[in-house]
Antibody, heavy 124, light 107 residues
């Protein structure tokens, strides 16, 4: 049973870099057919997809973050990470990591496994 | 970006009721729509992918329909554990986008 667990500081100062790690257990990150995503949820709001990475290092980011996000993967440690720079109070949110599963050869994909989420507050 | 608009934003229903939630995409997404359930303080849980495919282990009272721009999630007989917020999401194009959510409350 694959599980994801987020870790990182819960408090970040404005203008600094938010850094989070998602550790994958119960399975290997080095599997074709999956992308590894970061998604956030502002307090009391909906879900915003930040971006994803493949185990080979291919990435795609949400343009709404204006180039501030970087996602990296460490296959030897079976984890992937998010760096979000120049944070402001608007980046205060619950951050989730999730597995983006491409179902067989259908071309359809969905976020089928999620971490429990970690709350990050941006404040001085 | 493809905008996903859900209706209603909230609804009140009783146990046993049939509940329908709608989701409209701002442009065609074929059948690339997924549905999630989220309970307070918890991560979202995938229910349906590819508009109509029920994820293994999800109760059969949940079903999805639609293609193109209009999609529906139906709960055939609402159970106490179904009171939650439901989100649609498109995976046709990047950036992936979600609807704003529909909160299902107890009547």
């Amino acid at each position: 049973q694959v599980q994801l667990q987020e870790s990182g500081p819960g408090l970040v100062k404005p203008s600094q870099t938010l850094s989070l790690t998602c550790t994958v257990s119960g399975g290997t990150i080095r599997t074709d057919g999956y992308y590894w995503s970061w998604i956030r949820q502002h307090p009391g709001k909906g879900l915003e997809w930040i971006g994803f990475i493949s185990h080979r290092g291919s990435t795609y980011y949400n343009p709404s973050l204006q180039g501030r996000a970087t996602i990296s993967v460490d296959t030897s440690e079976n984890r992937f990470s998010l760096n979000l720079n120049s944070v402001t109070a608007a980046d205060t949110a619950v951050y989730y990591c999730a597995r983006d599963h491409y179902f067989d050869n259908t071309g359809y994909d969905a976020f089928d496994i999620w971490g429990q989420g970690t709350t990050v507050t941006v404040s001085s | 970006d493809t905008q996903m608009t859900q209706s209603p934003s909230s609804l009140s229903a009783s146990v046993g009721d049939r509940v329908t939630i709608s989701c409209r995409a701002s442009q065609t997404v074929n059948a690339y729509v997924n549905w999630y359930q989220q309970k307070p303080g918890k991560a979202p849980k995938l229910l349906i992918y590819a508009a109509t495919s029920l994820l293994s282990g999800v109760p059969s009272r949940f079903s999805g329909s639609g293609s193109g721009t209009d999609f529906t999630l139906t709960i055939s007989s609402l159970q106490p554990e179904d009171f939650a917020t439901y989100y649609c999401q498109q995976s046709f194009s990047s950036p992936r986008t979600f609807g704003q959510g529909t909160k299902v409350e107890i009547k």
